[in-house]
């Protein structure tokens, strides 16, 4: 039977490898972004069927997503993945409380409202709900201090939706937090990070973390890092935390 996807985040980067790889296997999809349709990535992808515009950092984006699920008789959600992010790099102390805002609200409360505003076709569906959270939320990482705290929240809040739904056979629905390492896509430089300082060849690309994200949704652990790296440092952040933050500090001087 034809899978239901819906993906946050499907213009760029992790998302739309991701939807690349679901429509090549024939899924039907709902992609959510938030630049107008003209402005989506070339193909048949992006068509009024499958695209729905909504910023994610404005109150209310998850009843768009919702009506236009609705409008589209789609009743059914299979998988839910509240993949879209932002980021911002630099001082704490000079962070806006503009950009705060943005980041809380894309990066955490949009995937809670979704969450709840999808509910009922994803427990039609026994469907399965994967929130994209990142390896830096086990780990101390200077100037990046508002980014890294909703991935962890957003972490905290999929533990806790896993147990009331009775997550496992019979339950309402599955939840799983997935945690990629560093990537090559255009968060980094959307993010301010100087490219100069950065070495991008050491950075999978977003391919090949869509491609490891699938094999994970197989998988019925609640939490997984990908790839041997970023496995290793959510090891050594969560178990490990006073070596790791000394270290952290030791660098950051
Ligand atoms: N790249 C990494 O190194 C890395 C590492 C760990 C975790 N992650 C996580 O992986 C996920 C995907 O990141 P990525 O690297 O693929 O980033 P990306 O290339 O910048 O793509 C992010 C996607 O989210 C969308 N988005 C951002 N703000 C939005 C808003 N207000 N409303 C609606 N959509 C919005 C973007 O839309 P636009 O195209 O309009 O910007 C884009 O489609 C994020 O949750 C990120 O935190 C990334």
């Not at 999809?29 to 989506?40: D, H, I, K, N, Y």
């Amino acid at each position: 039977m034809t899978q239901t996807v819906l993906i946050t985040g499907a213009t760029d980067g992790i998302g739309l490898a991701l939807a690349q790889i679901f429509a090549k296997a024939s899924a039907r999809l709902v992609l959510v972004g938030r630049r107008p349709l003209a402005e989506t990535p070339a193909g048949r992808l992006f068509t009024p069927a499958t695209y729905c515009q909504a910023d994610l950092s404005r109150p209310g984006a998850a009843d768009v997503v919702r009506d236009f699920c609705r409008l589209r008789k789609i009743t059914w959600l299979d998988l839910l993945i509240l993949n879209a992010g932002t980021g911002y790099v630099g001082p704490i102390a000079v962070q806006t409380p503009e950009s705060i805002s943005a980041l809380v609200a894309v990066n955490l409360k949009a995937p809670i409202a979704l969450t709840q505003a999808l509910l009922p076709v994803l427990e039609t569906a026994q469907g399965k709900v994967v929130f994209v959270s990142s390896v830096s939320s086990a780990l101390p990482t200077p100037d990046y201090a508002v980014y890294t705290a909703t991935k962890a929240a957003l972490e905290g809040f999929a533990r806790s939706l896993r147990v009331e739904m009775g997550d496992g056979p019979g339950g309402r629905i599955r939840v799983q937090t997935l945690f990629p390492g560093a990537t090559r896509t255009g968060l980094h430089a959307k993010s301010g990070v100087d490219q100069a300082q950065m070495d991008w060849t050491k950075f999978p690309p977003a391919g090949q973390v869509a491609a490891q994200m699938i094999q994970a949704m197989y998988d019925d652990r609640p939490a997984l890092a990908l790839g041997l790296g970023s496995r290793l440092r959510r090891f050594a952040g969560r178990r490990l935390g006073g070596l790791v933050d000394w270290q952290m500090r030791r660098r950051a001087r």
